[in-house]
């Protein structure tokens, strides 16, 4: 079946260290998207990918850093410089080439700085 | 302020009709979005109508926009237990045509 995976589910760090969230689609998409989610805020959007090699800035993309070599997948590296990591974050994929461009969403990692 | 907005919080009856509403900024928004999310998991598409609608029915759910006062509401008929979620309206925008969401309605239906 075709979709989106994130992984892990639960994700633990210690504050100073970098953490890197997986996110692999096969819904043959070009574009991927990474927001996060904190209670009453809604999605804010980090970084997208609108192809292979090429990726923007979303609204809050300071303390992360992305890559997109391969088309499928579109990891997160949630760093030191990030001053609230903690939170719920959320991965996406879509066809930005067609008028709808439905995103679909993967389950989701929630990230704990302990 | 968000520039998509919702109300955070809505209690329901089983069996009675729930009305999430939303409010967007963007006139040049192709396409608005209803998105659906359950505890601890992503976000499920639930409708989408294109600008130049006004209605969109789909089995229980029918959505409304009005484009001139920028509103979007969704009504969801017969409200069932597995209803209560956080709905999200997210509006289109950008080159990348990325989403842009609201906060979030909690729909809670009662017994």
């Known amino acids: 079946d075709g979709g989106i995976t994130q992984s892990p589910k639960y994700l633990f760090r210690k504050e100073g260290q970098n953490v890197t969230l997986s996110c692999e689609q096969n819904?043959?998409?070009?574009?991927m998207y990474w927001y996060r989610q904190d209670p009453g805020q809604g999605l804010r959007l980090i970084y997208y990918?609108?192809?292979?090699?090429?990726?923007q800035k979303g609204d809050i993309a300071e303390g992360y850093s992305v890559s997109r070599e391969k088309k499928e997948s579109f990891p997160l590296t949630v760093t030191s410089a990030q001053k609230n990591p903690t939170a719920f974050y959320l991965c996406?994929?879509?066809?930005?080439?067609?008028?709808?461009?439905?995103?679909?969403f993967g389950q989701g990692t929630r990230l704990t700085v302990v | 302020g968000e520039d998509v907005e919702q109300s955070l919080f809505l209690s329901v009856r089983e069996g009675d009709s729930s009305v999430i509403n939303c409010t967007y900024t963007d006139s040049s928004s192709t396409y608005l979005y209803w998105y659906k999310q359950e505890p601890g998991a992503g976000l499920q598409l639930l409708t989408y109508i294109f600008s130049n609608m006004d209605m969109k029915q789909d089995q229980r759910l029918t959505v409304l926009l009005n484009k001139k006062d920028k509103h979007l509401s969704l009504r969801i008929a017969d409200t069932q237990t597995g209803d209560s979620a956080i709905y999200f309206c997210?509006?289109?925008?950008?080159?990348?045509?990325?989403?842009?969401f609201g906060s979030g309605t909690q729909l809670t239906v009662l017994p």
């Open positions: 996406a994929s879509s066809t930005p080439g067609q008028p709808n461009t439905e995103a679909f």
């Open positions: 997210a509006e289109q925008r950008g080159s990348a045509r990325q989403l842009t």
């Open positions: 990918s609108q192809i292979v090699n090429d990726f």
């Open positions: 819904l043959n998409h070009d574009a």
